[in-house]
C-alpha cells in the first residue's frame, strides 16, 4: 500500500534516481571506454561472458539478456570477433545453436574491464552511499526489476 506524496515529490524523487544513474553510469562508461576502447554494449557482452561457464553462451541468451536486437547483437559481436576478443563456436550437440566464446585476450581484457569497473563504483557509488545504503538500493532495484517486468 502506498502513503499519499504530493505528485511533484514524486515526480522529483523518480527525476533524482534517474539523473544519479545517468551520471553514474556515464561516468562508468567513460572510464572504460577511455581504459579499454569498449562501447557499453560490448562492455556488457564482455562482463556477461566472463561470468558465465566456460567463458561462453549462446548468441542468441546472450543478445536477449543483453537487450540488443538480432542485428545490433550482431555487430557487437562482429566488432569484439575484429578485435580479438570473441569468436563464434557452432554446438556440438546442435546445429542451430553458435556460441559466443571469449578468446584468451578477450579473457584478459573482460577481467582488466570487471576489475576497473568495481574500482570505479567503489569510489562512486559505495563510498558515498555507504554498504548499507547501496545494498538497500541494490535491493529496492531489484524490487522494481521483478513488480515491472512482464512476465
Keep these: 500500500m502506498s502513503t499519499h506524496l504530493d505528485d511533484d515529490d514524486i515526480v522529483t524523487w523518480w527525476g533524482l534516481v534517474i539523473e544519479g544513474y545517468l551520471a553514474t553510469q556515464d561516468r562508468l562508461m567513460g572510464e572504460i571506454a577511455d581504459r579499454f576502447e569498449l562501447s557499453p ?5 564482455l562482463i556477461r561472458l566472463v561470468r558465465s561457464p566456460d567463458h561462453r553462451m549462446p548468441m542468441t541468451r546472450l543478445a536477449r539478456e543483453a537487450a540488443l536486437s538480432s542485428g545490433g547483437f550482431t555487430k557487437v559481436a562482429d566488432r569484439l570477433e575484429s578485435a580479438g576478443l570473441l569468436r563464434r563456436a557452432p554446438s556440438e550437440h546442435d546445429r542451430r545453436v553458435t556460441y ?3 578468446t584468451d585476450r578477450g579473457t584478459d581484457i573482460a577481467e582488466q574491464a570487471r576489475k576497473a569497473c568495481a574500482d570505479v563504483l567503489r569510489e562512486t557509488v559505495l563510498d558515498p552511499l555507504g554498504r548499507d545504503t547501496a545494498e538497500s538500493l541494490a535491493e529496492a532495484m531489484r524490487t522494481l526489476r521483478r513488480v ?4
Aim: charged letters at 10%.
Design 41 to 45: 554494449a560490448s562492455f556488457d557482452v
Design 100 to 102: 559466443a566464446c571469449l
Design 148 to 151: 515491472n517486468t512482464p512476465h
